[in-house]
């Protein structure tokens, strides 16, 4: 055990985001097009993908925890659920279409040069802080509709071990999955240099999600870390207004990481601690391993002229976004490839509100946006 | 511009929010049927989207179309025609 495991982290989470930059770079890996193209264009492609991605990091997550090799489980930061998650998924799907991008499809596009992806990010600061305001007022929302306390997965609420749902479920994946492969659904012709094949990319996150929850003690996840840069960014202006309010006053990360021997604390107040120590490296590797991964390719380029209402539109989904990820908690990545493969009900809950969100957000789209 | 009797159509969408190359590469194609199939037009779309080199060309073969692609100075080129 060390008894500093903030360089391990720090080192960690840099490196992980570098590579989740390039191969999300490479593969155009979104989650916003899993469910977009569904509703627009009824393509299924992106939606197996994501399938594929959950499915194996099942079984990774499984098999390292058979191992001794996970040191919380479930991870820390979930929770029992409550029908905020629900709210938070149907917004955060509204907002991740109208910004063009999740949270972390931000990250890696504004690395690329983006110009719409960088006022999502803007917006993204924007709507976390904006949470802040409420916080207090939806804090007691979240709790009053809390269900099955103590019980944050699945199998916990079903009473029965991990491998037995897990099986089941993967049960369920393994025979679609391996008709794609047969029907050779899987391969996807494209003339993008350097193209990573999108199943590639998710099988390549599902093994980075689990060196994450290996060596860090939880996947990936960045959006307490833009609640946190929003804290600062007020705080320069007001900054007695930023230490009175409760959101950043909190500290909702409290854990011993994996190879630790010290408890860390965290939250989205401007401070420096482990939300830090986490997230904000794993940011900054996603913006500088695409924005390699570009430069490599010649293809780093930034438009500034692109439309007024879609300038707007990848502001205001920004902005939704962050809000929804504060209310949810936590955002896409977190609880499509972390949650939903330890079956946490929070994330289930938030996958339930992300797809009727996301086609609210396809309307608004076609009929406000690109038109 | 022309192009020995093709009328040649230039849609600049770089930096364009995610689906918009693909829905104004429907809207085109569907706008120009008459004259694509006749072999009158062809359409170049210029994107930087690297997922619209493969969602284009797909729509616009599905569509009855050819396509080809590309790559340019930071940006591909994906042209639009009849296919023959």
Known sequence: ?371 | MDNGGQKVIQFDIRGQICPSTLLIALKEMNRHKEALRSGDMVLLFKTDNRDATVTIPDAAEHMGYGATVAKEANYYLITVDNGI
């Open chain 1, 1 to 371: 055990m060390i008894q500093n495991a903030y360089p391990l982290i720090i080192g960690t989470s840099l490196l992980l985001g570098g590579v989740a930059g390039i191969v999300m770079h490479r593969s155009d890996f979104c989650v916003v097009r899993t469910f977009r193209d569904f509703f627009l264009f009824g393509q299924t492609y992106m939606l197996r993908c994501l399938v594929l991605l959950v499915a194996t990091t099942m079984v990774l997550f499984e098999t390292a925890r058979q191992f001794g090799l996970l040191a919380n489980y479930p991870f820390p930061l979930l929770g029992p659920p409550s029908l905020a998650n629900l709210c938070g998924g149907f917004l955060f799907g509204i907002g991740m279409v109208l910004a063009g991008g999740c949270v972390v499809g931000t990250l890696y596009k504004m690395g690329s040069g983006s110009f719409t992806s960088f006022l999502a990010f803007l917006g993204l600061i924007a709507g976390s802080v904006l949470y802040a305001e409420f916080h207090s007022w939806w804090l007691p929302f979240a709790r009053a509709t809390t269900f099955c306390p103590g019980k944050v997965t699945i199998p916990q609420m079903l009473g029965v071990r991990p491998p037995f749902v897990v099986a089941s479920v993967l049960a369920c994946a393994v025979y679609p999955c391996r008709r794609w492969f047969r029907k050779d659904a899987w391969k996807r012709r494209s003339a993008a240099e350097g193209y990573l094949q999108p199943w590639c990319a998710a099988i390549c996150l599902a093994f980075i999600g689990t060196l994450s929850y290996i060596l860090i003690g939880m996947p990936l996840g960045v959006t307490t870390a833009y609640a946190k840069l929003g804290a600062y960014a007020e705080g320069l202006v007001f900054p007695e207004h930023v230490a009175g309010l409760a959101y950043f006053r909190a500290s909702t990360l409290d854990y011993l990481p994996p190879f630790g021997a010290v408890r860390l604390t965290g939250g989205a107040g401007p401070r420096l601690d482990a939300i830090t120590a986490i997230q904000f490296p794993l940011i900054a590797g996603i913006v500088c391993g695409s924005a390699l991964s570009a430069l490599l390719l010649h293809e780093f380029k930034i438009y500034v002229r692109v439309p007024l209402r879609q300038g707007a539109s990848a502001m205001a989904g920004g902005v939704i976004m962050g809000l929804a990820s504060r209310m949810a908690p936590a955002c896409s990545v977190w609880h499509l490839f972390g949650g939903l493969p330890v079956l946490a009900t929070q994330s289930v809950l938030f996958l339930l509100g992300l797809i009727p969100g996301a086609w609210v957000g396809c309307r608004i789209l076609v009929k406000a946006v690109v038109t």
